[in-house]
């Protein structure tokens, strides 16, 4: 691909970057804030950047890894302690049990970064003895990790950091985002769009970059990506660094969204839920990631909550009752996972200027389509 | 300054109690095409093996430009199970058991005997990313295109390659639509672009046919002209053995049983009973 046309991509995108988040901002002025499009816009982006950031690990670099609730968690706590006033650490009102131990509070958005670099200082004690396995093992590994790092995070004695199993509460959230300088609260999806998209950028960028082929390389063929001059451990234990400290903004950004953060929340379920979203998405498919975790979102907490309402009947037969979403929910990834083998989008990406080309082009041509970038 | 690119002394590569490679001393000098041939099984892909990093020889040392890159003599569980020679020779030595990027980053590059592009990849790619290993860039400068200017050489390297061999036509093609014979020969541009000064090549005409492997043959020389780089290939191929290489080293059962230029090894007795087998004097 040349660079001329690479540009063209760029720019097209970035016209596509700017219409969405236009129209998040009309979303914002004219819908009420209580409307639930806005609570899944929110969980979508942020389920949409942990689902990229797993995708770096399990479709680009192809280290199958289930540690990511773990990665989120960190970056949650993180978050919620380092954001949480000074006077309420002191109070009894979040650490009851406990006296807390972290005496100063930090702006929002460093706290988020420290969240991030905290999550990829725990990948890179993790990775140095994990990623020496492979496949299946490595899985396992991971998910144990996770595992622990939640059972840890509850421990007693660690209470005055973490308030043991108790929830965190009372941090700085979505509706203290304001406007630099000012007090004009920030329109909170708006926020959560831009927080997200600048990492995923980030992400994107790393993929197209000579580290990002050497990943690539390793997920094809690890035997000749290493006779190539690639090393092996090294280039895994940087994704790996890299996909949980975007895991933990993920978690930060969570925490924030929900106002409260629990460990016991970030369970295995949900790595599989981001799983799910990256493998119907596409494995090795950024935009399919996006999509897919505002599919999910949408499907899971929006569009097929009649089916829980028991007063609705079908044929007159009273089947839904709550819980029965769930059952529809199964059948249609069934039916995704059967039509679509690799997912919604396979490897390939969403091209606006492919989209444009073929409006202009008006007859409906064969397209090219491995021309994904 | 010595004409001596590599220097295998007394590889021994022996898994449990199989000795797959026994005793293997060769030496590969300047701008030479060397070829190891012996029968199917005699170890000389384990031998390649032992000079890249992917197994560690039980004892011996490789040597690279006089300088010893891989050594090590039989110790731990080894130490009882041995049953090679000179297992006292190397034990003064520091054991050296480099990971295979490691070697490559010193200047030797291979290929495989089946091919291992890599497969989501374009042809063009697939060289760019071979390239990877001498970019000075780090994760930051990479990721934010602070180095502009080396990602652009480094493509600009990338197309003289592909031009070079050939290939430019083909540069955004899938790696694996490729036909075989064109697959091969970008396996070959691939190892060129981590820019060695030895090549290693495994069974480069595998499954070609008479024609192919006479092209295959005259473009190896050309890469030894071009590059300026030192060829050692193992193959089966006679024709092309005894046509283009300057020296042939013979290995039967892990064992050195001959070697030379290509008329004496045609003519060495040990060689053709290795290959035709022995005609048992009572049958």
Redesign the interface.
């Known amino acids: 691909m040349t660079e001329k046309k690479d540009k063209k991509e760029v720019l097209y995108s970035l016209i596509g970057i700017a219409v969405l988040l236009i129209v998040i901002i009309i979303l914002e002025k004219t819908i009420p804030s209580t409307s639930i499009l806005f609570s899944v816009l929110k969980k979508g982006a942020i389920y949409s950047l942990a689902a990229v950031s797993m995708n770096l690990l399990n479709g680009f670099t192809g280290l199958f890894s289930l540690g990511q609730a773990g990665f989120m968690l960190i970056g949650a706590y993180a978050y919620a302690i380092l954001t949480m006033p000074v006077t309420i650490k002191l109070s009894d009102s979040v650490y009851k049990y406990y006296d807390c131990i972290v005496g100063f509070q930090l702006g929002l958005i460093p706290s988020m970064i420290i969240a991030g670099l905290i999550a990829a200082l725990f990948a890179f004690l993790i990775g140095l003895p994990v990623l020496r396995l492979k496949s299946d093992y490595l899985a396992i590994a991971t998910l144990g990790f996770a595992e622990i790092i939640r059972a840890i995070f509850q421990w007693d004695t660690i209470g005055p950091l973490t308030n043991g199993a108790n929830v965190l509460r009372k941090y700085l959230d979505l509706t203290d985002v304001t406007l630099p300088f000012s007090n004009i609260p920030f329109p909170p999806t708006l926020f959560i769009f831009i927080v997200a998209g600048i990492c995923i950028a980030i992400i994107k960028m790393l993929i197209d970059s000579s580290y990002g082929r050497a990943f690539k390389a390793i997920r094809d063929d690890e035997i000749a990506a290493e006779a190539m001059g690639i090393g092996l451990f090294k280039h895994k234990e940087m994704s790996f660094i890299i996909s949980s400290f975007f895991a933990g903004i993920s978690g930060a950004l969570l925490s924030m969204y929900q106002y409260t953060v629990q460990a016991s929340q970030f369970k295995t379920a949900m790595t599989y839920e981001i799983l799910l979203i990256v493998v119907i998405g596409g494995i090795g498919s950024i935009s399919g990631s996006c999509i897919g975790s505002f599919l999910f979102i949408a499907c899971n907490e929006w569009w097929l909550r009649f089916l829980d309402e028991s007063s609705n009947n079908i044929l007159g037969l009273n089947i839904m009752r709550s819980g029965f979403r769930k059952v529809v929910f199964s059948i249609i990834i069934m039916i995704i996972v059967l039509f679509f083998s690799k997912g919604i989008m396979g490897e390939k990406e969403i091209s606006i200027k492919r989209m444009v080309d073929r409006l202009r082009r008006k007859k409906p041509k064969p397209a090219v389509e491995e021309g994904a970038k | 300054m010595s004409d001596n690119v590599l220097r295998l002394s007394d590889i021994t590569m022996q898994f449990g109690g199989v000795v797959a490679v026994d005793n293997l001393s060769l030496e590969v000098n300047e701008g030479q095409i060397v070829a190891l041939i012996g029968p199917n099984g005699a170890g000389k892909t384990t031998a390649f093996n032992c000079i ?1 990093g ?1 197994y560690e020889p039980t004892n011996g040392q490789v040597s690279f430009y006089d300088k010893v890159i891989v050594s090590n003599y039989p110790h731990g569980k080894m130490k009882k199970l041995y049953k090679g020679s000179n297992a006292d020779k190397y034990v003064h030595e520091k054991i050296l058991n480099p ?4 070697i ?2 010193k200047g030797i ?2 290929t ?1 005997q089946n091919i ?6 374009t042809v063009f ?1 697939n060289v ?8 000075k ?1 780090n ?1 930051f400068t ?4 602070i180095s502009h200017a080396e ?1 652009r050489r ?1 493509r600009e390297e990338t197309a003289l390659l592909l031009e070079e061999q050939d290939l430019l036509r083909f540069r ?1 093609e ?1 790696a694996t639509s490729l036909p075989y014979g064109l697959q091969r020969r970008l396996e070959i541009a ?2 060129l ?2 820019s060695p000064k030895l090549l290693l090549l495994d069974e480069p005409a595998a499954g070609m046919n008479p024609q192919e492997t006479q092209e295959l043959g005259e473009f190896i020389v050309q890469i030894r002209e071009k590059y300026g780089v030192t060829i050692l290939m193992i193959e089966h191929h006679m024709d092309l053995v005894m046509q283009f290489s300057d020296q042939i080293y013979v290995i039967d059962f892990g064992e050195l049983i001959s070697h030379g230029t290509p008329a004496v090894v045609q003519a060495d007795q040990r060689v053709i009973d290795a290959y035709l087998g022995v005609v048992e004097e009572d049958a």
Do not use: C
Request: hydrophobic content about 40%; proline content about 2%.
């Open positions: 890249t992917v990971t295979p990027d490691k490559t980053r590059a291979r495989f291992r592009l890599w497969k989501s990849m790619e760019l990313t071979a390239k990877h290993l001498h970019a860039q994760i990479s990721t934010f295109r990602e480094m955004d899938l691939r190892a672009a981590t």
